[in-house]
């Protein structure tokens, strides 16, 4: 346990082993940065202590919660790592959760996403701009149809590398995130297809490009240009407010809502479907249970005044 290894041997034999799936390097940079500051405050012990884990947790008076998780959710994970090899026997301080956004998802229409689908194979070509217009025309309805098939979030798909995405297994792996929770996204059979003839016809123009929805320089487009495009074809034919983010709510509803006439595997479609969407706890995706008309149905109907034991109402 504690003080059988260093915290130096057990910080270099974490990041190597998350080698392996390209660990995030402000990840790395912010587990150095601890690292080299408890050196430096304790310069005598080799260790890794409760003193060092609290100190460096607490919230700073200049830190705003999000930039506080941001650079605590690193060595968090470390820690968590370093509990379950029994490299230590120290405790891990619960941190607080940053407030939820009150924001209530869109439930889409099968026409609204007709509609919406149909407007962005509609996007005309730029002969001014050429090279970006033929981009914006191949990548809008692919990475929003990618949105929508799979769950993933927007900074998913806009962050994503094309050294991620196997085109010959269909499996994305999820490298850059919302926090620290690296995953795995299996492609329908429809979906890979589409993704193999866009990544052709990107290659004829980008033959060597790193980024899988490039910018004309092979740089990751600014989360404006998601909201950018998909304001431009939603409101092309519908009127409903929405946002490009709803399309992985839609993805979590839709699945449980086909969970029906189903009895112990329920459990194994929650878990891969918490393990596909990036949810860092099976307490997040049973939030969609909550708000999920058949699902909910079907569980009241058999379950009577048991039903709100079995899903409570969760607050937003």
């Not at 969970?259 to 194994?268: A, F, Q, R």
Request: proline share 4%; glycine share 4%; net charge neutral.
């Amino acid at each position: 346990m504690n003080g059988q290894r260093s915290f130096e041997d057990m910080l270099n034999s974490y990041l190597e082993n998350r080698k392996i799936s390209k660990f995030k390097e402000r990840s790395t940079s912010s587990l150095k940065t601890f690292f080299n500051t408890c050196r430096r405050n304790y310069p005598d012990n080799p260790y890794l202590t409760q003193e060092m884990i609290d100190i460096w947790i607490e919230k700073r008076d200049t830190e705003r919660p999000a930039s506080h998780m941001a650079r605590i959710g690193p060595i968090v994970a470390f820690l968590h790592h370093a509990l379950e090899k029994e490299w230590i026997d120290l405790v891990i301080p619960v941190t607080k959760r940053i407030s939820p956004d009150p924001y209530i998802p869109h439930a889409f229409t099968d026409e609204e996403l007709f509609n919406f689908f149909n407007a962005c194979e509609e996007i005309e070509i730029n002969i001014l701009g050429y090279k970006s217009s033929w981009l914006r025309k191949m990548e809008v309805p692919v990475f929003f149809r990618l949105l929508y098939s799979t769950g993933m979030r927007p900074m998913e798909a806009r962050l994503l590398r094309r050294e991620n995405v196997n085109l010959s297994t269909g499996v994305i792996a999820i490298i850059y995130t919302k926090g620290y929770n690296e995953h795995r996204v299996v492609l329908h059979d429809t979906m890979l297809r589409l993704l193999i003839e866009y990544d052709n016809s990107v290659s004829q123009i980008m033959p060597s490009r790193k980024i899988f929805f490039p910018t004309v320089d092979d740089k990751c487009h600014h989360k404006s240009w998601v909201s950018r495009q998909f304001n431009e074809a939603w409101h092309k034919y519908n009127k409903a407010s929405t946002r490009a983010g709803d399309f992985r709510h839609f993805y979590a509803f839709s699945n449980i809502n086909n969970w029906v006439n189903t009895g112990h595997e329920v459990h194994d479609k929650l878990l891969a479907l918490s393990r596909s969407m990036g949810h860092t706890s099976l307490r997040h995706t049973m939030y969609y249970f909550s708000i999920a008309d058949t699902f909910g149905d079907i569980i009241e109907k058999h379950n009577g005044k048991s039903f709100d034991n079995v899903i409570p109402n969760l607050p937003d």
